[in-house]
């Protein structure tokens, strides 16, 4: 692509102050997006992106360039979108702020409209710094849905020079379907009570174990820092290792077999008294050896292997000799 002369010069003027500026947002940018469970992607534009940019006649000078250095915060859902303008503005200088749904746009057209964070660098009267606070950058908020398609759609549609209707159309279909997705995500709650049910005892088993032992833990018989993270995939697990256990075929009683689970625990919380479940283990882990020590569990199980602690052991000794387990020593 051939590039007029004047940009170029200007380009490869301000060209040695991009990729210090993007380590440097970027780098205030990580501690946040990893602490959040985020994603962060960033670019530096390059010179052919930019005089195509500017050969859309939409800009007034070089100040108006705001995306020379640009970073997109992938977030879940756009639920997420004002925790990260809230510490983008306890970080950096705002320009100014195009927020979703600002531009004006038709409710039969369906283009990527995400929120654009417009920042500088804060002075900090550091040597040398001044020229990379003069450069304004972009950081685009957008949910894990809106990157897929903008990623997607942007290879298949403007690195080709087969411009159809049907491309764009399709295209915008994409977007459509997205924008749905991400309605339907923050309703979640409100639309799943749309649903009509369908009988799965299994379902119906692990939300009675998560429930069962919630209220355990609600009620003081067990400590509340044993709580799990996920009641749900920890409901899943205890199921799956009554499932697994020699002469219980899966997918069979699996109410029964989440009844025999609660029974246990609750045996186990009864003999102890006012000792408790000891908190060196896991739930899981007191879980396992109240089944064990009930004979609802036996060894060996059918393709599981139990994570048996040294703490385990010493608390409940009838588990040393169970085998096949996970290998701690690998």
Same mark, same amino acid.
């Given at each position: 692509?051939?590039?007029?002369?004047?940009?170029? $010069?200007?380009?490869?003027?301000?060209? !040695?102050? @991009?990729?210090?500026?993007?380590?440097?947002?970027?780098?205030?940018?990580?501690?946040?997006?990893?602490?959040?469970?985020?994603?962060?992607?960033?670019?530096? $534009?390059?010179?052919?992106?930019?005089?195509?940019?500017?050969?859309?006649?939409?800009?007034?000078?070089?100040?108006?360039?705001?995306?020379?250095?640009?970073?997109?915060?992938?977030?879940?859902?756009? #639920?997420?979108?004002?925790?990260?303008?809230? &510490?983008?503005? #306890?970080? /950096?200088? $705002?320009? #100014?702020?195009?927020?979703?749904?600002?531009?004006?746009? =038709? !409710?039969?057209?369906?283009?990527?409209?995400?929120?654009?964070?417009?920042?500088?660098?804060?002075?900090?009267?550091?040597?040398?710094? +001044?020229?990379?606070?003069?450069?304004? &950058?972009?950081?685009?908020?957008?949910?894990?849905?809106?990157?897929?398609?903008?990623?997607?759609?942007?290879?298949? #549609?403007?690195?080709?020079?087969?411009?159809?209707? %049907?491309?764009?159309?399709? =295209?915008?279909?994409?977007?459509?379907?997205?924008?749905?997705?991400?309605?339907?995500?923050?309703? /979640? +709650? %409100?639309?799943?009570?749309?649903?009509?049910?369908?009988?799965?005892?299994?379902?119906?088993?692990?939300?009675?174990?998560?429930?069962? /032992?919630?209220?355990?833990?609600?009620?003081?018989?067990?400590?509340?820092?044993? =709580?799990?993270?996920?009641?749900?995939?920890?409901?899943?697990?205890?199921?799956?290792?009554?499932?697994?256990?020699?002469?219980?075929?899966?997918?069979?009683? !699996?109410?029964?077999?989440? %009844?025999?689970?609660?029974?246990?625990? +609750?045996? %186990?919380?009864?003999?102890?008294?006012?000792?408790?479940?000891?908190?060196?283990?896991? @739930?899981?882990? &007191?879980? /396992?050896?109240?089944?064990?020590?009930?004979?609802?569990?036996?060894?060996? @199980?059918?393709?599981?292997?139990?994570?048996?602690?040294?703490?385990?052991?010493?608390?409940?000794?009838?588990?040393? +000799?169970?085998?096949?387990?996970?290998?701690?020593?690998?």
């Amino acid at each position: 692509m051939i590039t007029p002369a004047a940009i170029r $010069k200007r380009y490869i003027s301000v060209e !040695p102050y @991009l990729a210090p500026l993007r380590t440097i947002v970027r780098d205030t940018l990580q501690s946040f997006v990893d602490r959040e469970g985020y994603a962060i992607v960033s670019r530096i $534009k390059s010179l052919e992106s930019l005089a195509e940019k500017l050969e859309s006649g939409r800009y007034k000078g070089w100040p108006d360039l705001d995306d020379l250095v640009g970073f997109t915060v992938v977030v879940p859902t756009l #639920s997420d979108e004002g925790a990260v303008l809230e &510490f983008l503005g #306890s970080v /950096f200088a $705002k320009v #100014s702020l195009r927020a979703r749904g600002a531009t004006n746009k =038709a !409710p039969d057209v369906f283009r990527f409209d995400g929120t654009r964070f417009i920042a500088r660098l804060r002075a900090s009267g550091s040597p040398g710094r +001044e020229s990379l606070e003069g450069i304004t &950058f972009e950081v685009q908020i957008r949910s894990a849905f809106e990157h897929a398609w903008s990623v997607t759609t942007h290879a298949l #549609s403007y690195k080709t020079p087969n411009v159809t209707w %049907e491309r764009l159309r399709l =295209a915008s279909q994409l977007k459509a379907a997205v924008e749905q997705l991400d309605i339907m995500i923050l309703a /979640f +709650e %409100e639309a799943s009570l749309k649903i009509e049910a369908s009988n799965w005892p299994v379902v119906e088993a692990r939300r009675r174990i998560a429930d069962r /032992f919630a209220g355990i833990v609600a009620s003081g018989k067990l400590p509340e820092v044993m =709580a799990p993270k996920d009641w749900s995939r920890f409901a899943e697990n205890v199921l799956d290792l009554v499932q697994a256990a020699p002469g219980r075929p899966r997918r069979q009683q !699996p109410l029964a077999m989440a %009844e025999a689970a609660i029974d246990a625990v +609750e045996d %186990e919380l009864a003999q102890l008294g006012q000792t408790g479940a000891p908190l060196s283990i896991s @739930l899981w882990q &007191f879980t /396992f050896a109240s089944l064990c020590k009930a004979g609802v569990v036996q060894a060996p @199980l059918d393709d599981r292997w139990p994570v048996i602690t040294p703490e385990l052991e010493a608390f409940y000794p009838m588990v040393r +000799e169970f085998v096949p387990r996970f290998d701690l020593a690998s």
